[in-house]
């Protein structure tokens, strides 16, 4: 009977082991899984329900965005704070007030450059090598731009908006009216990390079908024929560091004949200020003033286009027939970017200009009409300047909201 008992031991243990390094060869740790390594499972978001979209006041307070299981209730001990980093896809949370680091391009890696004297077969190799890391560079953007919107489905849902259409929020009728009528924002659910999620994937799924067919029939040539359109088929996850450079040149130049003609209208109706000076105090009043509702709702077919112009929103402010797209494409165009720069203008002041990364506040600063307010500086200094001017936008538009409710 001992002997039976420690035979049958044995063919168990054996059992147990064979079974063991069968899971161990099956298992995830195959040789191949490093090369899948920007293949992630993303957990999908949980915001909170939605409850009244168009009416409630607006609130960005990390109590409102806690998760529906917590009370809503401040802890003296553990406030809810915003977090300042820039958090990866999968540890979004409604405190973090910077956009995922997928919703920004990856590093671009070339190959060290060679001296003159380097034979010709070597400097072909180099070409080779910078085409096939300017592929690389773009499938890893259209890998993201894939995984963000696919975050984003679950915030979609909770927004209203079309989980299979790519809108960017807000984007409805009853907003519109809404913020026509009143200083006030409709409350989102939502940090504003996640609410740049939701609009920066949209934007770059809208252009995810056209690039992807440019990027399978031309390959590695793929750098040669994206300047011929730009950022219109480009998402903002496959764009170059020279490709952004020279649109915010375009954007500065744009902005300056914008505002010019703006001054020239004014002069001719007996104003007489001139054009402010870029970066100064008065051009950021000029911005300030385009922001406004109240303007685009009443603003002339000219006006309408020379904002749109300034806040990027068309290439000419004189383009050819633009007079006759105001009524059904421009104008709402420029309303919806009014929204948003107000949503996101109270997101920033609950937060603080100070939790936003550097690239952050560029985007940030872009998107409200002054990219070249830091044009002729680098690195900390440029950020700064960037800081200071966002601050200042803030509190003009503090002031005129505080306006516009007396």
Known sequence: ???????????????????????????????????????????????????CYHLAPFSTSAASHAPKQRPRVR?????????????????????????????????????????????TAEKLKRLIAVGRAYLTFYKTGLKNVYHNYRAALSLRRELGLPA??????????????????SPSTPELPLGRGQFQLVRRSAR?????IPFTLILIICGEFTPLIVPIFGNAITPATCRVPGQLAKER??????????????????????????APAMGSDEELGQLARFARASFAAGASAEEVLQACAVFGLVTKHDRFLGRLLVGPVYRPRLLRHLHYMTI??????????????????RIAVEERGAGDVAALLQGAKAEAVEREWLTKWLEARKKMVSAQRE
């Open 1 to 51: 009977m001992p002997r039976k008992h420690t035979t049958s031991f044995s063919c168990t243990y054996l059992i147990t082991s064979s079974q063991t390094m069968t899971s161990i060869v099956r298992g995830p740790g195959s040789l191949w899984a490093p090369l899948r390594a920007t293949r992630l499972s993303y957990t999908p978001l949980r915001p909170l329900p939605l409850a």
């Open 75 to 119: 802890s003296a001990s553990k406030p809810n704070l915003p977090v300042s980093t820039t958090p990866i896809l999968d540890d979004l949370s409604p405190n973090h007030v910077n956009a995922p680091l997928s919703t920004f391009p990856a590093p671009l890696d070339f190959p060290d450059p060679l001296p003159a004297s380097t034979p």
């Open 164 to 181: 299979y259409f790519p809108v960017s929020p807000p984007r409805s009728t009853a907003f519109n009216e809404a913020i026509l009528t």
């Open 204 to 208: 770059d799924v809208r252009r995810m």
């Open 249 to 274: 040149e375009a954007g500065s130049k744009r902005k300056v004949l914008a505002l010019q003609a703006h001054a020239a209208a004014s002069a001719e109706a007996g104003e007489t200020a001139p």
């Open 344 to 361: 996101d203008d109270r997101m920033i002041s609950d937060a603080g200009v100070g939790a936003l990364s550097a690239e952050e506040v």
